[in-house]
């Protein structure tokens, strides 16, 4: 298991690193000469797919967060209602 943890850990590194000189790339690319503020070479929707993309490799997306055990709860608390409160007779 240590063995396959280190290996997937390695890979998550290689993966975050790769992105990064993509993302570093992709600003080079755009403003050759430099910017003053990010928003002007990266839009809004591209650095949230970024963040998603590195929450992803990292395990800390929304689903698979939702979908595993806890890492600190000894035992799992119910989910919230995603239809709101009900109101009962």
């Known amino acids: 298991m240590h063995a396959e943890h280190h290996h997937d850990r390695a890979y998550q590194v290689t993966e975050i690193t790769e992105n990064g000189v993509e993302l570093s790339a992709l600003v080079e690319e755009r403003a050759p000469n430099g910017f003053k503020e990010l928003s002007d070479v990266i839009t809004r929707q591209e650095l949230e797919e970024i963040a998603d993309e590195y929450k992803r490799i990292g395990g800390f997306d929304v689903e698979r967060?939702?979908?595993?055990?806890?890492?600190?709860?000894?035992?799992?608390?119910?989910?919230?209602?995603?239809?709101?409160?009900?109101?009962?007779?």
Do not use: M, Q, W
């Not at 967060?65 to 890492?71: E, F, G, I, V, Y």
């Not at 000894?74 to 007779?89: Q, Y």
């Open 65 to 89: 967060l939702n979908n595993r055990t806890s890492l600190s709860a000894s035992s799992p608390l119910p989910r919230a209602s995603t239809t709101g409160p009900t109101v009962e007779d």
